[in-house]
C-alpha cells in the first residue's frame, strides 16, 4: 500500500522511482543468504529485496531509521554495511528519528530534491492522505466482501477505487477519489441476514500489513468469507505519529487503555497494540484472533506471553502463526482451516445456548 | 517481624545485586534470594513459558516459581533504560507484566520503572525512592539506604573491572564497606581470551556451562565485557557509522572491539541465546568489524535448554586449539 501511495507523486515531481518486483520466493532467499541467521523475516525480506532493486540499476535507498527496543531502528545500519560488504554502491538515506517530523521531511528532502518547507510539508501530507484512503477502501473491502452477493464484485469495486486513488495526485481530487470510493463499495448488494465470522488480526506491523510477507492472509480470510478485523493500519501507525487526521483516536492510547490490566508499559514494536486491541476486539464480539509476528520478533513475544492470560481471562481463541523464510503457505492455510473450523463450532454451540445472538452493525 | 523481599537469581542480578540487597536490607527487609539455576528451574520455566522465548527469561521463570510460595512480596523491577541514550531489551521492558500473566498465583510484585527515555522519566534514585516508602516513611532514611547501596554497587563494579570473578567480587563488596582489596593480577606473559555477551551469560555458570573454567583450565586467562571501564566501551562504540542503541549490545560490541585491539587477547568467545533479536544484529556488527581488525579468532556459541555439554566442549577445544598452534607460530616467526 504505502508504495502506491508514495510512487506516482514522486515521479511526478522528477525523481526515477524505481520499483523492486514484487517480493517472491527469491528474494526471499536472496535476503536470507546475506542476512544474520536470527534476523527476523521483515529484515531478510526487506534486504532480497533492496538487492533486486540495486540490481535494476537504483543508486540510492531510503530506509528510516530509529532508536528503541525494537531492532527496526537498527535495519539501515546493518543493511547498509551487508550490501557494501557484497559490493554494491548506492548511498543510504535514513531518518535519525522516524517519529519526528523534521527527520522525516529531511529524510524526503534528500528523495524528492525539494527545497522549501511549504512544498515538502504539503508532499508529506499528500502521501499520508493517500495512505489514508487506500486504507479506507481496504476496510470497506473487508466489510463488504464476506457479505456480497454477487460473487468477485467487491474485488472490481476494490480494484477500481484503488486505480483511481492511485492517480488522483491533489487533495481535491483525492477527496472526491474517497466520495466515488464510499458511493461505490455502497451501491454493492449484499445478502440479506448474513452474520460473518469476525476475526481480527493483530500482531506485528510490517507482517500485518505486507501481503508478500504473511501470504496475503488478511485477503484469503475475506475470500473464505470472514469478516477481518485489523489492529495496526498504516495510516493509523502515522497519525499517532503525525497526527494528520485530526477527528481519529490515537490508536497507540486507545490499546494503551484497553491493555492496561495486562501490559502497563509498550515494550516496543506493536506490542501494546497487540494486547490492547485483542481486549478491544474480544468485548467488541469478535470470534476469534490470529496473532502473526516474525521469529525471534522480541516485542511480540513479550505480547504472546501475556496475550495467553487474555485468551483464558476473556475466553477468546487466538492462534498465533509465527512467519520465517521455511513458511509454506499450505501449512498456514491448513491451520486456517482448522480455527476456522473451531470458530464455527464455537458459534453454533454457543447459538443453542442462547437463540437470539445481536450483532452490532458496523459500517 | 520483618518483610521477604524475594529477588530471582536471573537476568538483572548479575549486575545490580550489591545495590538491591544492601537497600532492602538497610529499610529491614529481608532478602530471600532463590537457589543458583538447576535443570529443574529451567525444565519448569520452559514450561509455563512461549517457546520462543530466550533461556534467561525461561531461567528468570523458573527462579521465580521457586521463590514464590516463601515471599511476601517479589522485586521484579521495570528496566526501560539505564542511560539516556540507550533502551534495555524488551523483554524487560515487558518483564513483570510477563510474570504476571505466566505464573499464578504470586505475591505482590515491586515493579516500578526506571527510565530515562522520554518524556515520562524515572530516575534511579526515583525509583528507590518509590521503593522505600513501601518499608518506611522516613525519607531521609531511604536517602541513606540507597546512598549506602550505590557504595557498594560502585565498590562491587570496580572490583569486577579488575578482573575478580562474579561471585568473588559480590563477597567482597557485600562483606565490607571499605575500599576494594585486591589489585589486578597483572600477569603480561598469561594469554587470555575475552568473554563477550550480556552479564547473565558471563556469570551464570550453569548457563554458560562453565564456560571459563574450561577455559582457565587450559592456560588462559579470562577478560570479560564485565571488565572494561564505560569510557574504554564508548570510545569504541564512537567508531561506528551508527551507535548501537542497546544497553547490553553496546556493552557486548564495545568490548569486543576493545578484545580486538589488544594484542594480548588471543581469541573472542561470543555468549548468546538461541533466538535473541538484539544480538542477532549485534554479532553482526562484531563479527564484520573484528575480521576486518585483524585476524582475532571469534567463536560464537548459542545457548538454548536442548543442550549437551559434548557438543560445547568440541567446538571449545577445536577452538583453544586454534589459538594454541597461532601462538606457537608467532614464537617460531620471532625466534
Known amino acids: 500500500m504505502l508504495h502506491i501511495a508514495v510512487t506516482r507523486l514522486f515521479r511526478d515531481r522528477g525523481v526515477d522511482v524505481i520499483l523492486p518486483p514484487k517480493p517472491t520466493r527469491k528474494t526471499l532467499d536472496l535476503g536470507t543468504k546475506y542476512s544474520p541467521e536470527f534476523a527476523c523475516f521483515p529484515f531478510k525480506l526487506t534486504l532480497g529485496n533492496m538487492i533486486e532493486a540495486l540490481e535494476s540499476g537504483a543508486d540510492a535507498i531510503f530506509m528510516p531509521g530509529g532508536i528503541g527496543p525494537c531492532r527496526f531502528g537498527y535495519y539501515d545500519a546493518i543493511q547498509n554495511q551487508i550490501l557494501k560488504g557484497l559490493g554494491y554502491r548506492f548511498t543510504m538515506g535514513s531518518a535519525e528519528d522516524p517519529d519526528r517530523l523534521s527527520d522525516m521531511l529531511d529524510l524526503m528532502k534528500q528523495v524528492a530534491g525539494l527545497r522549501t518547507k511549504g512544498a515538502l510539508l504539503k508532499l508529506f501530507y499528500l502521501i499520508l492522505v493517500r495512505l489514508s484512503i487506500l486504507d479506507y477502501a481496504l476496510k470497506r473491502y473487508f466489510y463488504t466482501k464476506p457479505r456480497e452477493a454477487i460473487p468477485n464484485e467487491t474485488d472490481m469495486v476494490f480494484r477500481e477505487s484503488v486505480q483511481l486513488i492511485d492517480s488522483s495526485l491533489s487533495l481535491p481530487s483525492l477527496l472526491r477519489a474517497r466520495l466515488k470510493t464510499s458511493s461505490w463499495f455502497r451501491k454493492i448488494a449484499l445478502r440479506p441476514g448474513v452474520t460473518p465470522l469476525r476475526i481480527g488480526i493483530i500482531g506485528e506491523l510490517f507482517m500485518t500489513v505486507e501481503p508478500s510477507a504473511n501470504t496475503g492472509i488478511d485477503m484469503r480470510l ?35 487503555r484497553y491493555a492496561r490490566p495486562y501490559l502497563r508499559f509498550p515494550s516496543g514494536g506493536e506490542s501494546m497494540e497487540s494486547v490492547g486491541k485483542t481486549v478491544l476486539f474480544a468485548k467488541r464480539g469478535v470470534d476469534g484472533i490470529i496473532h502473526i509476528f516474525p521469529f525471534t520478533c522480541m516485542p511480540e513475544l513479550v505480547a504472546q506471553t501475556i496475550l495467553a492470560k487474555v485468551q483464558r481471562d476473556l475466553d477468546i481463541p487466538i492462534l498465533t502463526l509465527i512467519f520465517d523464510e521455511h513458511t509454506a503457505q499450505g501449512g498456514i492455510d491448513t491451520r486456517i482451516e482448522a480455527f476456522i473450523d473451531l470458530l464455527e463450532r464455537r458459534r453454533h454451540s454457543s447459538a443453542f445456548a442462547s437463540p437470539i445472538s445481536t450483532h452490532p452493525n458496523r459500517g | 517481624m520483618s518483610v521477604k523481599v524475594g529477588i530471582s537469581r536471573g537476568l538483572l542480578y ?322
Not at chain 2, 68 to 91: G, T
Not at chain 2, 236 to 251: D, N, P
Request: net charge positive; aromatic share 10%.
Open chain 1, 222 to 256: 475475506a475470500r473464505m468469507g470472514i469478516e477481518v478485523w485489523k489492529s495496526v493500519w498504516l495510516s493509523d501507525w502515522v497519525n499517532d505519529r503525525f497526527r494528520f487526521k485530526p477527528f481519529t483516536r490515537n490508536q497507540l492510547k486507545l490499546s494503551a
Open chain 2, 14 to 335: 548479575y549486575r545490580y545485586f550489591p545495590l538491591w540487597q544492601t537497600f532492602l536490607q538497610e529499610l529491614g527487609c529481608e532478602v530471600i534470594l532463590s537457589t543458583p539455576t538447576t535443570k529443574q528451574m529451567i525444565t519448569q520455566g520452559a514450561g509455563v513459558a512461549v517457546s520462543d522465548l530466550c533461556l534467561p527469561v525461561k531461567a528468570y521463570f523458573g527462579h521465580i516459581l521457586s521463590l514464590k510460595d516463601r515471599v511476601d512480596l517479589l522485586f521484579v523491577p521495570r528496566y526501560i533504560s539505564i542511560e539516556e541514550d540507550a533502551y534495555m531489551c524488551p523483554k524487560f521492558l515487558g518483564l513483570p507484566d510477563m510474570v504476571a500473566s505466566t505464573i499464578q498465583p504470586l505475591p505482590p510484585l515491586i515493579d516500578y520503572p526506571i527510565n530515562y527515555k522520554g518524556r515520562k522519566k524515572a530516575t534511579e534514585s526515583l525509583f528507590y525512592e518509590k521503593v522505600g516508602k513501601l518499608f518506611s516513611r522516613d525519607l531521609k532514611k531511604i536517602r541513606r539506604a540507597y546512598q549506602v547501596g550505590l557504595e557498594r554497587q560502585g565498590n562491587f563494579r570496580c572490583l569486577q573491572r579488575r578482573g575478580v570473578s562474579f561471585e568473588k567480587a559480590l563477597d567482597l563488596s557485600l562483606s565490607s564497606s571499605d575500599g576494594p582489596g585486591p589489585q589486578r593480577e597483572v600477569n603480561a606473559g598469561e594469554p587470555q581470551i575475552g568473554l563477550i555477551g550480556r552479564p547473565y551469560y558471563l556469570n551464570d555458570p550453569f548457563l554458560n556451562k562453565g564456560i571459563s573454567e574450561k577455559v582457565i583450565a587450559r592456560g588462559y586467562r579470562i577478560m570479560t565485557t564485565e571488565s572494561l571501564t564505560e569510557t574504554e566501551v564508548n570510545r569504541q562504540i564512537s567508531k561506528l557509522s551508527k551507535r548501537v542503541y542497546w544497553s547490553f549490545g553496546k556493552e557486548m560490541v564495545g568490548s569486543a572491539l576493545h578484545f580486538a585491539e589488544d594484542p594480548g587477547v588471543k581469541g573472542i568467545i561470543n555468549l548468546a541465546s538461541f533466538g535473541c533479536g538484539q544480538d542477532s544484529f549485534n554479532s553482526e556488527i562484531v563479527s564484520y568489524h573484528v575480521k576486518r581488525m585483524g585476524n582475532t579468532p571469534l567463536l560464537s556459541l548459542i545457548f538454548d535448554e536442548h543442550w549437551s555439554d559434548g557438543g560445547l566442549v568440541t567446538r571449545l577445544e577445536a577452538f583453544l586449539d586454534v589459538i594454541d598452534r597461532q601462538g606457537k607460530l608467532n614464537r617460531k616467526g620471532k625466534g
